[in-house]
């Protein structure tokens, strides 16, 4: 399979949710980074974790390499959150990332 | 500031024609990466680079040359450029090691 799975695909959520992102990988990777991808196209680095947990404001993540995930979560979701998340990974002995393929994210008001 | 910068923006090309895409990094980074965006598929690594001199095959790198005369610029070469190609093409670079990337703000290309 792909070696790194996001889900969902899509997602609609209303201005005030809470929800979570995930990537699962087929294999233990070193590290995990999340971007956004604005409407502009740009993409923007989130967060990069080798390992446990960072927070950034209304942004959560965590990564368990152990278990071959890492989740994003995003608390109380503002019509800006809106875009598309992708986590990428990278394995061990190199350093090069694979991304997901993008978690399309639609905030309501 | 810091930055990734591409060049151009915007670019339509002739099917067998040469395209060359480029990027310049002011953050002082060792790795330098190509990446293209196709609807589907997310992010794909075509080339890499390490440092000056040196540049790494990706996942998708048919069709694709890689150049990196300096610490500061990479470029991504399509000798015979083909309608397959038109994408969105992203620039990062990152520091030595595992590291956070910066990106680009893309290259548009349209082969026609």
């Known amino acids: 399979g792909m070696p790194v799975e996001q889900n969902p695909p899509a997602l609609s959520l209303y201005e005030g949710a809470d929800s979570g992102l995930r990537c699962n990988f087929s294999t233990t990777m070193k590290s995990v980074q999340w971007f956004q991808q604005n409407h502009r196209g740009r993409l923007i680095t989130l967060f990069y974790?080798?390992?446990g947990t960072k927070e950034n404001g209304r942004l959560k993540s965590t990564f368990n390499s152990k278990e071959r995930y890492s989740t994003l979560h995003i608390k109380d979701a503002q019509l800006e959150d809106s875009g598309t998340y992708f986590c990428?990974?990278?394995?061990?002995?190199?350093?090069?990332?694979?991304f997901g393929a993008g978690t399309r994210l639609k905030v309501i008001a | 500031e810091a930055a990734v910068t591409q060049s151009p923006r915007n670019k339509v090309a002739v099917t067998g024609g040469k395209v060359t895409l480029s990027c310049n990094q002011t953050?002082?980074?060792?790795?330098m990466y190509w990446y293209r965006q196709d609807t589907g598929h997310g992010l794909r690594l075509i080339h890499y680079?390490?440092?000056?001199?040196?540049?790494e095959k990706g996942d998708i790198p048919d069709g694709y040359k890689a150049s990196r005369p300096s610490q500061e610029n990479f470029s991504l070469i399509l000798e015979l450029a083909t309608p397959s190609q038109t994408s969105v093409y992203f620039c990062?670079?990152?520091?030595?090691?595992?590291?956070?990337?910066?990106f680009g703000s893309g290259t548009r290309l349209l082969v026609i």
């Open positions: 990062a670079s990152g520091d030595e090691g595992y590291s956070d990337y910066t």
């Open positions: 990428a990974a990278a394995n061990t002995g190199n350093y090069k990332y694979v």
């Open positions: 680079s390490y440092g000056a001199g040196s540049t």
């Open positions: 953050n002082n980074h060792n790795n």
């Open positions: 974790l080798a390992q």
